[in-house]
């Protein structure tokens, strides 16, 4: 099976920062990849997909990189919605996985 | 408007059974693979099963095979998960999700578009 290790698994910072969380697979994925936020008491809401395709109707201020082992979810400037946690998951398979989440917090 | 709506959590004892019901609206139900994923208290997502459209393929996270079964009724446009023999660890809400449409050459990397608000599965004695 592919594990997804995401790190840090806890960020704290301020509106208006630039964040950048880590998804790295155990072996290559090409681009299949997808990212998620969640709010406390919500459904995980779709964010990016295809490594870097930004969803429809989400912001601009995020954005995906990466291919193979080694992926990035970028916030540009965090807005106090974004306060939240993220999720990777990889779509290489038919057997999916996710990454263990990266919960930020306000500072 | 997209909607999926998930039934029939709840509270169960060890080693029973239990049947999860998604209902969906809003989208040709019939075109899309399904998938159920799970989230126990205070944990992480889990990937539990998915479905393809016409039901000939399903797969299966290792923990659940044999003791679930995920299955469809394209007419009545709803979703299925069969859990039997539950264990204390199956304990979390169960969401029902949609598989975006999009594939490359290689894959089909579109991930979960839309998603339920979930039912709770409590396992206890």
């Known amino acids: 099976d592919i594990q997804l290790t995401q790190s840090p698994s806890f960020l704290s910072a301020s509106v208006g920062d630039r964040v950048t969380i880590t998804c790295r697979a155990s072996q290559g994925i090409s681009n299949s990849l997808a990212w998620y936020q969640q709010k406390p008491g919500k459904a995980p809401k779709l964010l990016i997909y295809?490594?870097?395709t930004l969803q429809s109707g989400v912001p601009s201020r995020f954005s995906g990189s990466g291919s193979g082992t080694e992926f990035t979810l970028t916030i540009s400037s965090l807005q106090p919605e974004d306060f939240a946690t993220y999720y990777c998951q990889q779509l290489n398979s038919y057997l999916w996985t996710f990454g263990q989440g990266t919960k930020v917090e306000i500072k | 408007e997209v909607q999926l709506v998930e039934s029939g959590g709840g509270l169960v004892q060890p080693g029973g059974s239990l049947r999860l019901s998604c209902a969906a609206s809003?989208?040709?139900?019939?075109?899309?693979?399904m998938n159920w994923v799970r989230q126990a208290p205070g944990k992480g997502l889990e990937w539990v099963a998915n479905i393809k459209q016409d039901g000939s393929e399903n797969y299966y996270v290792d923990s659940v095979k044999g003791r679930f079964t995920i299955s469809r009724d394209d007419a009545m446009n709803s979703l299925y998960l069969q859990m039997n023999s539950l264990r204390a660890e199956d304990t979390a809400v169960y969401y029902c999700?949609?598989?975006?449409?999009?594939?490359?050459?290689?894959?089909?990397?579109?991930?979960?578009?839309?998603w339920g608000q979930g039912t709770l599965v409590t396992v206890s004695s």
């Open positions: 295809a490594a870097s």
């Open positions: 809003g989208f040709s139900f019939s075109s899309y693979w």
């Open positions: 999700a949609r598989r975006k449409r999009y594939c490359n050459s290689v894959s089909c990397p579109g991930g979960l578009d839309y």
